[in-house]
């Protein structure tokens, strides 16, 4: 399969089974996804790889995060997460934003990659990322952000990968306005 093909493939996965890759399956994805473009290869991420209680342990966190008295189910919901840890360096050359977007590309990167090798993905964001009881439960520094966790499983038989509606890339295609229309844009 080409990487083309992979990408148009890929679909993301609200429901799982309970298989998931080994670790040293994810190492070998990890080390491929780490490819991504670097500035100055600061590599400003890392990930944390949560099976079993470890699950259990974030569920607690989210709950004390919410207000909760019982533990969330969410984590649950996939027999590995992959937490997706912005782990930012200091640069002169290279913002925090920038780093921050190197980040993200390593888990899209591991998303493709786990799903052209077959599991199931879903990325899973939401405000507790931010919360001080989910960062303490990762171990997050002082120089870190918690972007979210990659839910990976088995893709079910049964269940059809969500659906996405294509995109028509001319309407996020255009060119560089001409110098022209930049300056009268400049003036109104």
Known sequence: ??????????????????????????????AAAGRVA???????????????????????????????????????????????????????KVPRWEQEAVASGVAHMLSLLLDEAGWGVLWRTGHYTRSKAVAKAHGIGKNEELLGWLYVGGKPADKKPGRRKPVDPRTFVTRMPSAKKAKKAETT
């Open 1 to 30: 399969m080409s990487a083309l093909d992979a990408v148009r493939a890929r679909q993301s996965w609200s429901r799982v089974t309970d298989d998931a890759p080994s670790h040293d399956e994810l190492l070998t994805l990890v």
């Open 38 to 92: 670097d500035h100055s290869s600061l590599r400003p991420w890392r990930l944390i790889e949560l099976r079993g209680a470890d699950r259990e342990t974030l569920g607690a966190a989210i709950a004390k995060a919410e207000g909760d008295k019982s533990p969330s189910s969410k984590p649950l919901r996939a027999p590995l997460l992959i937490a997706v840890v912005a782990s930012y360096r200091k640069s002169s």
